[in-house]
């Protein structure tokens, strides 16, 4: 996962302004390992932005390719600081999301989806499930 430092300094090299809103949300989005919704932003954010400074901010970040969206199941849409390829492990008892580097996964569905003739050029893939700690209570 990209550090703070190094979204700062990124956004710092291309001239870009740091306001006090956006540094918030790189903050707060690289503080949790789980991706966040705009309403969770807004709750997590000490100042209480608008949900249209979220938006704003986050399609800022979303263009520079430092910030996810993901969408699950349930149409929500999520955020996370941008990562290496990876899909998400859905805990649907406690809707823990954790993450999981499935490459084989991956290159296995490539495989498969040649045959259709498509170039793909993106992917995601959530697994819905009962995490460890939910089938132990
Ligand atoms: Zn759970
Ligand atoms: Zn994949």
Redesign the pocket.
């Known amino acids: 996962m990209m550090s703070t430092a190094t979204i700062i300094s990124q956004l710092k090299r291309s001239g870009d302004r740091l306001t006090e809103n956006r540094l918030k949300l790189i903050n707060i989005l690289a503080a949790t390992s789980q991706p966040l919704s705009v309403l969770e932003l807004v709750k997590k954010n000490s100042s209480q932005p608008h949900k249209t400074t979220v938006y704003r901010e986050l399609a800022f970040l979303l263009k520079n390719n430092l910030v996810e969206e993901i969408i699950f199941n349930d149409g929500i849409k999520r955020y996370e600081i941008s990562s290496q390829h990876h899909h998400h492990l859905v805990?649907?008892?406690?809707?823990?999301i954790s993450k999981i580097a499935a490459k084989k996964i991956c290159h296995h569905a490539a495989a498969q989806l040649k045959k259709t003739g498509y170039i793909i050029n993106n992917h995601s893939m959530e697994f819905f499930g009962?995490?460890p700690?939910?089938q132990n209570k």
């Open positions: 805990c649907t008892n406690c809707k823990k009962i995490c700690k939910c």
